[in-house]
């Protein structure tokens, strides 16, 4: 929330608890909630000297009926520890001798001793400061973890492309020296040789590409009837069906990238001639199931490819299975419409 409207709704509390008991203003109220309220557009700036100024004008103000300075005046403090960090124990000091100074000059004797009372609304803001920084740096502490590993599987998702880059240059390159070495030894062989290397140079060429365009794009689910298209070119025929549109940006960039792995992984392994791949939305989750009628080979081995379809739902907190089905292989997982 912005300072300056804190510092308003304060002065607005402040006027109001006034109005409803006494049901009148004066000037006095008036004045003193101003003097209260203004300093708090700089707490965040000078946490512990709000604090002290907060303090004292409602030290001014003890009696003053339906008046609440004390209450922004501890608010202050709370807040003071939040901003302070780690040092924090002149604030305990102030706020507990603060306390003990109010209750001693209250003009009706408190119910519960001094000291007490000193111990129980002196550290109860303080207490409260304390717990709202921790919390703080544990959610930042998430986010961070979050991130790095959203860095981590992206990292590897590029060493992976990298690898099948070489992987795919380095078989077609080889197997061009070994039909120019064949053409060059037997010359009779030549034209066919030559004919074999124009083949394994476009297919490269047209392999590189591809792997190349997955570093340059932005994915999302409106990529994925392009993917099928590209993917089914000379393999099996896929079908797509369901959701593509109107997912969360971050949830159909992940289950893009869930659909092309386990596509990747049915050319690469399966053989099989139909695949088909179903988004749909089941309340507040994302379901994608990827089926393939290919051979299976019982239990799924953890390797890379099923381990980062794994990592990427838990990302988002989401899960994703893979195994047989009896007829292919099904690819099944789960993501929350709004990540966690």
């Known amino acids: 929330m912005n300072d300056a409207t804190l510092a308003g709704i304060a002065f607005l509390a402040l006027l109001g608890g006034v109005l409803l008991e ?11 909630s101003l003097a209260l309220s203004l300093p708090l557009v700089l707490r965040r700036r000078y946490p512990v000297a709000v604090a002290v100024a907060c303090a004292a004008v409602a030290f001014v103000g003890t009696g003053l009926p339906g008046w609440s300075g004390r209450t922004v005046a501890a608010a202050a403090f709370c807040s003071a520890v939040y901003h302070r960090g780690e040092r924090f124990g002149p604030v305990v000091a102030l706020s507990v001798g603060w306390t003990v100074l109010y209750g001693l000059s209250a003009p009706a004797p408190p119910s519960t001793p001094v000291l007490t009372e000193a111990v129980l609304l ?30 981590r599987v992206v990292a590897d998702e590029r060493l992976r492309i990298a ?3 070489h992987d795919a240059v380095g078989h077609h390159l080889t197997a061009i020296r070994l039909q120019a070495m064949a053409a060059r030894r037997v010359p009779e062989a030549a034209p066919a040789a030559l004919t074999l290397i124009t083949d394994l140079s476009a297919t490269a060429l047209t392999e590189t590409r591809g792997l190349l365009a997955e570093l ?12 099928a298209a590209r993917l089914a070119r000379g393999g099996p025929r896929i079908t797509v069906r369901g959701l593509e549109i109107g997912v969360p940006e971050l949830v159909g960039r992940h289950a893009y990238r ?10 690469r392994h399966a053989a099989a001639t139909e695949v088909e791949v179903e988004l749909r939305r089941t309340g507040t989750e994302l379901v994608i199931t990827v089926r393939d009628n290919g051979r299976s080979a019982g239990e799924p081995r953890p390797g890379h490819g099923l381990r980062g379809l794994t990592e990427r ?6 899960t994703c299975t893979a195994g047989p089905t009896g007829d292919g292989w099904l690819v099944r997982a789960v993501l929350p419409w709004e990540p966690r």
């Open 163 to 165: 690898r099948d880059v």
């Open 216 to 227: 340059r794009e932005d994915p999302g689910l409106g990529q994925v009837t392009e993917l």
């Open 122 to 151: 002196g550290l109860a803001p303080v207490a409260a400061g304390v717990a709202l920084r921790l919390h703080r740096e544990r959610v930042r502490s998430a986010v961070a973890l979050r991130q790095a590993e959203l860095a």
């Open 22 to 32: 006494r049901g009148e203003l004066s000037w006095p109220p008036v004045l003193l």
């Open 313 to 318: 739902a838990a990302l988002l907190g989401g």
């Open 258 to 267: 869930i659909v092309q792995e386990a596509l990747t992984n049915v050319l």
